[in-house]
Each structure stands twice: as C-alpha cells, then as structure tokens.
C-alpha cells in the first residue's frame, strides 16, 4: 500500500527543523503518540492536517509528501543558470532563476537538464543585422514537436512559444553573448551559446568599451588643451 506521506520523511523534515515530537504535537494540537505513530508507519495523519504539517515543518505540501526538500543554490539569480521546467500533461512551461518546488496538473516538476543537442535537433543561428535568427529543423506534430525557444542572456529572458504545425523558428534581437535553449515535448531540453557575431560599424559594441572609449577622449583632449595653453604661456 502507498501512503500519502512516509513516517521516514516526517521524522526527517522534523529532526531537519529542530523540533521534537512533542513540540509539533502541540504546534498541531495532537498527541505525541500520533506523531510517533506516523513517524514509525503505525498510523498517517489527517489529510486535513497536511497543510499545517507541511507549515510546522517549513516546506511546502509537494516537498513533504515526496519527503525532499528544494533548495535555490542560484540565490544571485543568475540567470545564466536558469532553470526551465515543462508540464507533460498541458504542455505549461515555467521559468525560475533557482532551483524551485515546481507543480503543474497534480505533478511535481524536476527541472529540465539540458543536453548538447543531436543531428534530430540540431539548431541553426543566422545573424541579420541586430538580429539573430533560429531554426530547428524538428517535426511539428501535436505528438511531437518544439514547444519553445529561449534565448537567455545577462539580465533576459526571450521566450517564444511554439505550437504544433507552425515553424520551429525565433527571431531575436542579439544582445550578446548567451544561451539558446529549445524543448521537444519527447526528447528534453537542448541548449547551445550564442556567440556576438556579425557586428558592422561598431553595431551592438559593449557599453564598457564605448565608455573606456569615451574617456580616452576626453583625457586626449584634454591633454592637447594643457599643451597649447602651455605653449602660449611660453
Ligand atoms: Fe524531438
């Protein structure tokens, strides 16, 4: 029989908290013997108790019916190091800076590890301008296809949303360098860098680069004015 909750996740979670059985017994205004007896599978507790269980434990009802805690390493919130997470009932896509407590249609979500991608979905960039533009050459039936592309740089997430029998394509404005991400709805999450490219005339030129250019200038200028009002004091 499968139980809803395990004893081992509850004495867990507790121990995690630094709680003893007697003191979540009275956060929930239950006996010490119930929470001994959930802890040693002799008994669950109410359904209704789930939610201030999961409370008194600090974590969220999904995180204590699968007895594992998340925890968000990206607490800088880089957003190179997104994760996506992709329902396979509905097809919902969502988009976290960390690792998150995902769920979707009754489902905990893992979040998507993304792959070096195969001849089957392989990706190409094309760069136009200020743009970049991507193909996947990828089936686009209900059954199977490309349900989104990313393009995540610095500070950005760009996501289109794919549907079947449309185009598995994206046009984005290049921002520099980052990361494309594309899903198949049967085979995963795949990914690649961008890379700057295609600049003409200083197009797309970094603002650290334009600014040191700048200052570099103005010291020039300024140091040829020193010069002539030097040489007209002479
Ligand atoms: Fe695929």
């Known amino acids: 029989m499968n139980h809803y909750v395990t004893g081992a996740a509850v004495k867990a979670l507790r121990e995690k908290k630094g709680l003893t059985q007697a003191q979540l017994a009275e956060i929930l205004a239950v006996s010490d013997k119930a ?4 802890e040693t599978g002799r008994g669950l507790p109410d359904i209704s108790l789930l939610g201030p269980l999961a409370q008194s434990l600090g974590v969220s009802i999904p995180e204590l019916l699968s007895g594992e805690t998340i925890t968000n390493r990206n607490r800088t919130a880089n957003i190179l190091r997104s994760k996506f997470y992709a329902c396979p009932v509905c097809g919902n896509t969502i988009h976290a800076t960390g690792e998150a407590m995902a769920a979707c249609c009754g489902i905990t979500l893992p979040p998507l590890d993304p792959e070096e991608p195969d001849e089957a979905h392989a990706c190409s960039v094309d760069y136009v301008e200020d743009e970049i533009f991507v ?30 029998e449309g185009n598995a394509e994206a046009r984005f404005f290049l921002r520099g360098s980052g990361q494309l991400f594309w899903y198949c709805n049967r085979h995963g999450l795949f990914s690649r860098t961008v890379q700057r490219k295609g600049r003409k005339n200083g197009q797309g030129r970094s603002w650290k680069k334009s600014v040191s250019r700048r200052v570099c200038r ?6 040829l004015i ?5 040489t007209e004091a002479d």
């Open 218 to 223: 103005a010291f020039l200028c300024a140091s």
């Open 35 to 38: 929470v001994s007896k959930w």
């Open 226 to 230: 020193k010069t002539l009002f030097r």
């Open 135 to 164: 193909t996947i050459s990828h089936p686009m039936e209900r059954e199977h296809h490309i349900s989104f592309i990313a393009y995540v740089t610095m500070n950005r997430v760009d996501m289109v949303k794919l549907y079947p």
